[in-house]
């Protein structure tokens, strides 16, 4: 199985900051990775697939980059609503994995 | 508008089985694989099974295979997750989602899993 590696996992950052999430695969998984945003009691939200593409309706402020074993998602002028925690998934082989998850706070 | 609606959840004892259905609605459900994931308690996300928009193919998580399967009616737009042999590590939110291509696109509000004597 593919292991994804998510750092850190909390942090906690002032409103207009900028913050990025990592994940790393155990092995190659051809920018096939997605990025999630959760907040307590709702379900995922898409923010990002195939390693950079924008979800319809997702801010400009959130990026995703990488290639190979190595993917980040960037959060630009954190907004109070952007609390919450962030998974990664490898969606490039079954069984698809997720990342811990990253919680994000906002001083 | 797409949403899925779960249902079929609760408490059961282990050992014994239990159905989920997700109700799809607002996209052509024939056009669509679909797939379940599941979160245990203040735990993170784990991909349990997906079925092909036909229903051809199934993918299943070692844990569960054998035990779960995945199923779909695409004249009623619904998929459904039969799980037998319940266990206590079983206990999760199960959560209906939509596959575009291979990632998640759309997830469900969850149903709630309890498996307990």
């Known amino acids: 199985d593919i292991q994804m590696t998510q750092s850190p996992a909390s942090l906690s950052a002032s409103l207009g900051e900028t913050v990025s999430i990592e994940c790393l695969a155990s092995e190659d998984i051809y920018n096939n990775l997605a990025w999630y945003q959760q907040k307590p009691g709702k379900s995922p939200q898409l923010l990002i697939y195939?390693?950079?593409s924008l979800q319809d309706g997702v801010p400009s402020r959130f990026s995703g980059s990488g290639s190979g074993t190595q993917y980040s998602l960037k959060i630009n002028s954190l907004e109070s609503e952007d609390a919450a925690t962030y998974f990664c998934l490898q969606d490039s082989e079954y069984p698809y994995t997720f990342g811990a998850g990253t919680k994000l706070e906002l001083k | 508008e797409v949403q899925l609606v779960e249902s079929g959840g609760g408490l059961v004892q282990p050992g014994r089985s239990m159905k989920l259905s997700c109700a799809a609605s607002g996209f052509t459900f024939s056009n669509y694989g679909m797939a379940w994931v599941r979160q245990a308690p203040t735990k993170g996300l784990e991909w349990v099974a997906t079925?092909?928009?036909?229903?051809?193919?199934?993918y299943y998580r070692d844990s569960v295979k054998g035990r779960f399967t995945i199923s779909r009616d695409n004249a009623k737009s619904t998929l459904y997750l039969q799980m037998n042999s319940l266990r206590s590590e079983d206990t999760a939110t199960y959560y209906c989602?939509?596959?575009?291509?291979?990632?998640?696109?759309?997830w469900g509000q969850g149903v709630m899993v309890t498996v307990s004597s």
């Open positions: 195939y390693a950079s």
């Open positions: 989602t939509r596959q575009r291509y291979y990632y998640f696109d759309y």
């Open positions: 079925i092909s928009y036909d229903g051809s193919s199934t």
